[in-house]
């Protein structure tokens, strides 16, 4: 009975955790390579997940082909699949903008992780979170240094 009881509450505890975060999927996506913005599509859906409890700027991300090109390929990992997700870890915030349609526009610098097995790649990233009344309405990327593609996302919540 003990055993079936702590099971119980894992899975309780397992499936808040769940709940609260926010996931949204990618509606629209743009790229930017030279102060030109044009429209772009991946196979797949990108997907963002937030846990609000986690640090305010801590995100996954999840599409192979757009962690692939968003880092050149340049992971060079045994298992290829690594690139299917990555952590957005260790963001320090830059900078807190309000517009007049009050979007919130929240900027951190942190480190995008891809890991698995025995892969492990890292590199540091801009990423701009737009959000009004608690919900995610986009994300702009770009890698801080070295490739000048910056990427925009418009999103609508996972169902």
Known sequence: MKKFYA???????????????????????????????????????????????????????????????FVDGKGKFSNKATYSAAQFSNPRKISVTTDKQGVLNSTYEGTLIFQSDRDYYSVIAVITILEKSDSVLGVKMRLKEGNRKEYAFSTKPAS
């Open 7 to 69: 099971l119980f509450l894992l899975l309780f505890f397992a499936a808040v955790n769940y709940a609260q975060n926010k996931t949204v999927i990618v509606d629209k996506a743009w790229v930017s390579e030279s102060e030109e913005w044009s429209d772009f599509t991946y196979s797949g859906k990108i997907v963002f997940s937030i846990n609000p409890n986690d640090t305010p700027g801590t995100l996954s991300i999840g599409n192979y082909d757009f962690l692939y090109d």
